[in-house]
């Protein structure tokens, strides 16, 4: 049977039109100036924020438009708790724009297998010494078969424990290293009335990506992971994954969050914690640049960075972060051959070298080969810098599943700080998951 066209954006057509009313229509007469056809190119990105990594982007953009008078750009900054969504819904419609923010794995290979996109093979190779800068692995969740779809602009840990040392000193307590001593320190800051850890889950991912997908690494292990993902000797109802959401819960039911966490978002919730509301704060590598922005002086100098606590008997390496190298323009199918050198003009320009070393520069981990100046970044980058350099990199859950499953996940962690029972979200997850790799297979 032929695959059918990415099944997962068939469950979000009837929304469809919504998100295409702010698509924009693409003007496809060329206009002439000076002799010289002039392209129309749409760009969709989530670089719509006040953080630097946004700023630099957008600056990359604006100064790319004012150096290329032949090549017309309608953009849309969408922002970011809303952009997976917007983007799914015109992919179920096939409306997609010429180039778009994508994120690797499981989005990239349901792009490509309902066959929204092309690949970039002749424009990476077209530029070899850039090719090769980038560091061991980059593409690999861009990649489908021989062809690769993007080129990252940013490396993205998911799971960094980062902390304020001064509030925790203030409450005699250190850093800790495993699960009791988490616990305990929850219950210490709570009895002080302080909150213990920000989480800002109101797009229902960042419990997800930033904590759960590393603290189940280290109760059930990769490889379980790996063959619960692939419905191949392990399922999502088996005991350790079932314990590693018992473990999630007994946070939510030790009051380990802000009241109201669900109703937070991402930027509120590194707001709070560079206020200095909260002791801890489990979120990615994107947090940087945005407390790089709004955090004072004297609260950066007391942030620290770590890995999260290793977990009782756990099968998983704990000496580990979750993360995947970071997102990438992508390049919809639509772009006609006349648009294509336009296209790889714009793709060069925001992931080539120099791209590449202003993200770095914005307080931005990038998966390439650029030298820190650590006078240009915080103290909390250089320190996180540090710290992804000297671990290893374990799955996130939403970069691996199916987009249904990693939907179940997401919605059921939400659920399970609420009082949701473990094992009636693992059978959802269990149901969503074996439907994906089954329709796979046909």
Avoid at 35 to 48: E, M
Avoid at 78 to 95: F, M, Q, S, W
Avoid at 253 to 261: I, K, M, R
Wanted: aromatic residues 8%.
């Amino acid at each position: 049977m032929m695959k059918k066209k990415a099944t997962v954006f068939l469950t979000l057509a009837l929304a469809a039109s919504l998100a295409l009313t702010g698509c924009g229509s693409k003007d496809n007469e060329t206009k002439t100036e000076g002799g010289k056809n002039k392209v129309t190119l749409t760009l969709w990105h989530n670089y719509s924020g006040d953080d630097q990594r946004a700023k630099t982007m957008r600056s990359i953009i604006e100064q790319f438009q004012s150096s290329h008078p032949d090549i017309k750009l309608d953009v849309q900054a969408i922002p970011p708790d809303g952009y997976r969504t917007r983007l799914k819904t015109v992919a179920a419609a096939n409306e997609m724009p010429d180039l778009f923010v994508m994120w690797p794995g499981v989005m990239t290979k349901e792009f490509q297998a309902g066959n929204l996109i092309q690949p970039i093979n002749e424009l990476l190779d077209s530029k070899k010494e850039w090719k090769d800068g980038f560091l061991p692995g980059s593409f690999d969740g861009f990649t489908v078969g021989s062809d690769i779809y993007s080129a990252p602009i940013a490396l993205s840990p998911t799971s960094i424990l980062f902390y304020n040392q001064s509030i925790l000193e203030q409450n005699g307590l250190q850093v800790p290293k495993t699960w009791d001593e988490l616990l305990h320190a929850v219950d210490v800051l709570k009895g002080n009335k302080m909150t213990p850890i920000a989480l800002g889950n109101k797009a229902a991912w960042l419990a997800q990506s930033s904590i759960f997908s590393s603290l189940a690494d280290r109760v059930t292990g990769t490889e379980w992971f790996l063959k619960a993902a692939a419905q191949d000797g392990a399922k999502f109802t088996d005991p350790e994954f079932v314990k590693a959401l018992g473990y999630m819960k007994q946070l939510g039911d030790a009051g380990a969050f802000p009241a109201g966490f669900n109703a937070m978002d991402n930027t509120q919730m590194e707001q709070y914690f560079a206020q200095g509301k909260a002791a801890m704060m489990i979120d990615g590598g994107w947090a940087l640049t945005n407390l790089a922005t709004s955090a004072s002086a004297e609260a950066m100098a007391q942030m620290g960075a770590s890995v999260l606590p290793s977990m009782p008997d756990g099968k998983g390496d704990p000496n580990t972060i979750s993360g995947v190298v970071g997102t990438g323009i992508a390049m919809s199918n639509k772009v006609t051959a006349e648009e294509k050198d336009a296209a790889y003009e714009l793709m060069y320009a925001m992931a080539g070298p120099d791209a590449q070393k202003r993200v770095l520069e914005s307080n931005q981990l990038v998966s390439y080969k650029v030298d820190l100046d650590t006078s240009k970044v915080t103290p909390i980058f250089a320190k996180v810098y540090e710290l992804v350099n000297t671990v290893n990199r374990t799955p996130v859950y939403d970069g691996v599943l199916g987009s249904a499953a990693a939907d179940e996940v997401n919605n059921g962690l939400q659920e399970l700080l609420m009082g949701g029972k473990p094992e009636s979200i693992a059978k959802k997850i269990q149901e969503a998951q074996a439907r994906a790799v089954q329709t796979d297979s046909k």
